[in-house]
């Protein structure tokens, strides 16, 4: 008998525990730290600095996770869209990978990456912009692919399924960008 009531133990345990396999994000985008000095810091209308180092960009991320090993390892999507440090419409499009790399009661801190497809308007119709052919221009758009794309994420657990989220995008060589919301497990 008490041999049955220790194999029950775990099992009633294990169902107390809620085990989310998919989060919705969606954050607000944010703030823009560019790692060295722009050419052009005058078409950028809202920069924080003269030289433009520091930048607000208006926008929003939505993104979907499918957890595909316990809470730990998930694939995620997301989409956004804002305005640049131009001031001209953004966005990119994200599919990776996204792994746990701290947790502790209430905090997380997870990171991820995978291919990133960045587009923007195209810079070239902006007076005093000079094409550096970082990007790549079609039609009225300029993109630019990385295999390597990131994030790290930091998570508050508000309760048992929402927690407050904070993005950081290391855009790297260019900068790093900065987005805060709402984290849902369902």
């Known amino acids: 008998m008490v041999s049955a009531l220790c194999w029950f133990k775990p099992v009633a345990e294990a169902q107390e525990t809620a085990m989310f396999k998919n989060t919705f994000t969606l954050k607000f985008f944010g703030f823009s730290m560019h790692l ?48 640049d440090c131009a001031g001209q419409l953004a966005g990119f499009t994200h599919l990776g990978w996204r792994g746990i790399i701290f947790r502790s009661n209430r905090h997380s801190v997870n990171g991820g990456f995978g291919p990133t497809l960045v587009y923007r308007q195209d ?5 005093g912009y000079q094409d550096d052919g970082y990007f790549k221009r079609s039609g009225t758009w300029q993109h630019k692919f990385y295999w390597y794309g990131g994030e790290f994420e930091y998570n508050y657990e508000l309760n048992n399924n929402t927690d407050i989220s904070v993005n950081l995008v290391p855009g790297l060589p260019e900068l790093i960008s900065l987005g805060f919301g709402i984290r849902k497990h369902f």
């Open 123 to 127: 810079w070239n119709r902006l007076e």
């Open 36 to 83: 060295k000095e722009s050419p052009y810091p005058e078409i950028f209308p809202n920069r924080l600095d003269q030289k433009g180092y520091a930048t607000f960009n208006y926008g929003a991320i939505a993104g979907y996770e499918r957890f595909v090993v316990r809470d730990a390892i998930s694939v995620r999507v997301e989409q956004g869209l804002y305005a």
